[in-house]
């Protein structure tokens, strides 16, 4: 090896050491690569950060010293995801996505329980807490208790027997290279019932940094979304959220209580049914009580046994 190389690196070695030190460069490592892997333009991403071509080469070049494998392909100055790189992708946006609502004091545990708040540049706003899972046998949906046992029943495939009464009340997601993209939308769940029909079943096709929470509230979204494919598990979660039903009407506040169920498609892929009920009391620690009383009527699902 040239003394050249080996200096180089050295340096590299030298510099990846020193970052794990130092969290606020570590930040600006994971900016270059988010913002490389979105374009694989270094010349876009260098104008999105703010930065320099060195710079972002050397992010680059640092995070995959310590990593220890390969971000990217460059071929005539041409970036390609490698495997590796590909799957880091979700995990580092989701970082700086949670970091960014922390340093807000907007991301915090609850015995155990994750909790956050988000608001978008166009004023949707979302409180959102984890929930132990018996909720659902302690709560008065009875949407909520049939989903799960239904589940259960169904030994996690979405196209059986079992889940045939909850059908039409559920959304479905299925995992794909541009996030997580809505595939089903029942005529009788609550997000119909909100938007009503027509608007709710143009959302198939749409992934979940189409919908009103935008690409940053997909990126927080993903990380449970993500664990609930790999392990095929179960999670519960009470949301509020400030929104309107139409694009001219007014602000409502909604609070509902979110069950998502890790299931499979017929050729054997991880799919995830998302089943939503109004919420009969408070879960999320800091928001009012009085929040039920402003609730509008069709902000439900209408699920008879």
């Known amino acids: 090896m040239h003394s050249g190389n080996m200096n180089e690196t050295t340096n590299l070695k030298d510099q990846a050491d020193a970052f794990r030190g130092s969290p606020a460069l570590l930040h600006e490592m994971m900016r270059s690569?988010?913002?490389?892997?979105?374009?694989?333009?270094?010349?876009?991403?260098?104008?999105?950060?703010?930065?320099?071509?060195?710079?972002v080469r050397r992010h680059?070049?640092?995070?995959?010293?310590?990593?220890?494998?390969?971000?990217f392909d460059v071929e005539h100055r041409r970036y390609a995801l490698t495997d590796a790189g590909a799957r880091a992708i979700a995990p580092a946006q989701m970082l700086l996505d949670q970091g960014e609502v922390w340093f807000r004091g907007q991301y915090d545990?609850?015995?155990?329980?994750?909790?956050?708040?988000?608001?978008?540049?166009?004023?949707?706003?979302?409180?959102?807490?984890?929930?132990?899972?018996?909720?659902?046998?302690?709560?008065?949906?009875?949407?909520?208790?049939?989903?799960?046992?239904?589940?259960?029943?169904?030994?996690?495939r979405l196209e059986c027997p079992q889940l045939t009464r909850i059908r039409p009340y559920i959304l479905a997601y299925r995992d794909i290279p541009d996030g997580w993209i809505c595939t089903e939308v029942g005529e009788?769940?609550?997000?119909?019932?909100?938007?009503?029909?027509?608007?709710?079943?143009?959302?198939?096709?749409?992934?979940?940094?189409?919908?009103?929470?935008?690409?940053?509230?997909?990126?927080?979204?993903?990380?449970?979304?993500?664990?609930?494919?790999?392990?095929?598990?179960?999670?519960?979660?009470?949301?509020?959220?400030?929104?309107?039903?139409?694009?001219?009407?007014?602000?409502?506040?909604?609070l509902f209580d979110r069950l998502l169920m890790g299931v499979r498609m017929p050729d054997d892929s991880p799919a995830i049914v998302s089943v939503v009920d109004r919420a009969c009391k408070v879960r999320i620690l800091g928001v009012d009580?009085?929040?039920?009383?402003?609730?509008?009527?069709?902000?439900?699902?209408?699920?008879?046994l």
């Open 188 to 254: 009788k769940s609550f997000y119909s019932n909100w938007f009503g029909w027509a608007q709710a079943r143009s959302s198939v096709g749409r992934n979940l940094s189409q919908f009103q929470g935008g690409e940053q509230f997909a990126s927080l979204a993903d990380g449970p979304f993500r664990d609930i494919s790999a392990t095929h598990g179960i999670r519960m979660d009470q949301m509020m959220v400030e929104t309107r039903a139409e694009d001219d009407g007014p602000k409502n506040c909604i």
């Open 60 to 71: 680059i070049n640092q995070l995959e010293e310590a990593m220890q494998f390969k971000l």
């Open 109 to 156: 545990s609850v015995d155990g329980m994750v909790r956050f708040s988000y608001e978008n540049t166009q004023g949707w706003k979302l409180h959102q807490q984890e929930l132990p899972i018996s909720v659902a046998w302690t709560c008065r949906s009875e949407l909520l208790r049939t989903a799960l046992k239904a589940w259960a029943l169904s030994e996690g």
């Open 33 to 55: 690569f988010t913002a490389l892997a979105r374009t694989l333009n270094l010349t876009q991403a260098v104008q999105e950060l703010g930065s320099t071509r060195q710079t």
């Open 289 to 304: 009580d009085n929040v039920l009383e402003r609730i509008p009527e069709r902000a439900k699902a209408d699920f008879a």
